[in-house]
């Protein structure tokens, strides 16, 4: 019994339960070819500002929006609105790109 109180359950081999589990540790790539087509959003986001409605409605064509990034410093790059990376801007054939320079793991978001 564990410190808590909790007992926990083992599964012998042959248990359709323990099969399930190591099922799922034997998954490759070509088990999620169902899901390849289905669209996702990526972003490369430069920076961020905040301003008032009112220095907003000033801004007019010309207009210089300092961002809260240095020049060099990695951006963030997210798909589906979750950070998943850091990169750098690269040009490619004359329209701009993103190297991925960092994958960010699960909880290691903080900027």
């Known amino acids: 019994m564990a410190e808590n109180g ?5 599964f012998a081999p042959g248990d359709p339960l323990a099969d399930m589990s190591m099922d799922m540790e034997d998954k490759t790539a070509s088990d999620l070819a169902p899901v390849f ?18 220095q907003l409605l000033q801004l007019s ?15 963030d790059i997210y798909v589906n609105n979750r950070l998943v990376a850091r990169g750098e801007v690269v040009i490619v054939d004359e329209r701009l790109g993103v190297t991925m320079t960092e994958i960010i793991k699960d909880g290691d978001s903080a900027a």
């Open 37 to 54: 087509d289905v669209p996702v959003s990526i972003s490369a986001v430069l920076g961020r500002a905040t301003m008032s409605v009112a």
């Open 6 to 10: 909790l007992e926990l359950d083992e």
């Open 61 to 75: 064509s010309g207009s210089v929006l300092e961002l809260d990034r240095k020049v060099g410093e990695a951006i």
